[in-house]
């Protein structure tokens, strides 16, 4: 069975511009959690997408945003790129209550 | 709201020694309680989790964490290090919240494993 995948591995960007991150789920999971993971903060939840809906997000501005599709993938966009956004952006696909990793897409903003 | 507290940033032991690595949670329900790694440039892998069923768990890898309420505590640990257990590893909580089901995680700060030939 395939794992959650996430595209591209790596990303490089420059200030001001936006971003865009995927990420497809296990098959079968209707969930995807999106996660930062910034040096020195530790892992931060950003977004949860179940059946379509954004159902919670952390506490991050609204310049992140993403959707589900109809096939469960998802995408988390992030405008107006800033300096600290640089980081490793980790989603996550889960049925129930466990949630099983992507290998991420590294972010790095110039 | 809940948290995860990781004792010891940085855990060094000698190949073949026990690995202890401690895990307080603070949480005003029952919560569900895993514990992640991650290698270097890698996204997280499932070790093992609690979900209220047996109090001792197994997970892959030769890792087991027992579950204590009394002490607020999910400790990971492993009779016998290896090279290749060489890693990050992180304790994460969630819980439902109070309007409806989200399963977030809230993560500690992780903990990184070495260990020495």
Redesign the interface.
Known sequence: EAG?T?SPTHLIKTRGQQATLRCSPISGHT?V?W?QQALGL??Q?LL?YDEGEE??R?NFPPRFSGRQFPNYSSELNVNALELEDSALY?C?S?L?????????T?LTVL | AQSVTQLGSHVSVSEGALVLLRCNYSSSVPPYLFWYVQYPNQGLQLLLKYTSAATLVKGINGFEAEFKKSETSFHLTKPSAHMSDAAEYFCAVSRRNSGGSNYKLTFGKGTLLTVNP
């Open positions: 959650v996430q969930s959690y996660y530790g892992l939840f949860w159902r919670n952390g980790l996550a889960s129930d209550r466990t949630q099983f990793f992507g290998p991420g590294r």
